[in-house]
Nanobody
């Protein structure tokens, strides 16, 4: 069982930066594929970024088109924590952001149904 707790959300202005954190429980965090998703009011949950383990100390990242070049996903295995650095924020980035995890390895996983564990979400609001 893996428990995920997000933090770091808030209200910012367009162009600002914000860093989200996701604290994970469990001894096998380092080999789990981790992801960030977001959900705006009235919309489906949307893939943001994923970081998968491909062996040794190698991780592969992949981003949704709407955040590519602005967001960076990273992890600190010693702290069992996943991060999402968000730069150049736009009003359309406003959403509840969720952290997700799955024991699946190596593959790039972008679908909601491919993840087994979810956090409770943290609200990010970007004003214009």
């Amino acid at each position: 069982q893996v428990q995920l707790v997000e933090s770091g959300g808030g209200l910012v202005q367009a162009g600002d930066s914000l860093r989200l954190s996701c604290a994970a429980s469990g001894r096998t965090f380092s080999t789990y594929t981790m992801g960030w998703f977001r959900q705006a009011p009235g919309k489906e949950r949307e893939f943001v970024a994923t970081l998968s383990w491909s062996g040794g100390r190698t991780y592969n990242s992949y981003y949704g088109d709407s955040v590519k070049g602005r967001f960076t996903i990273s992890r600190d295995n010693a702290k069992n924590t996943l991060y999402l650095q968000m730069n150049s924020l736009k009003p359309e980035d406003t959403a509840v952001y969720y952290c997700a995890a799955t024991p699946q390895r190596i593959r790039v996983l972008t679908a909601v149904g491919e993840y087994d564990y979810w956090g409770q979400g943290t609200q990010v609001t970007v004003s214009s």
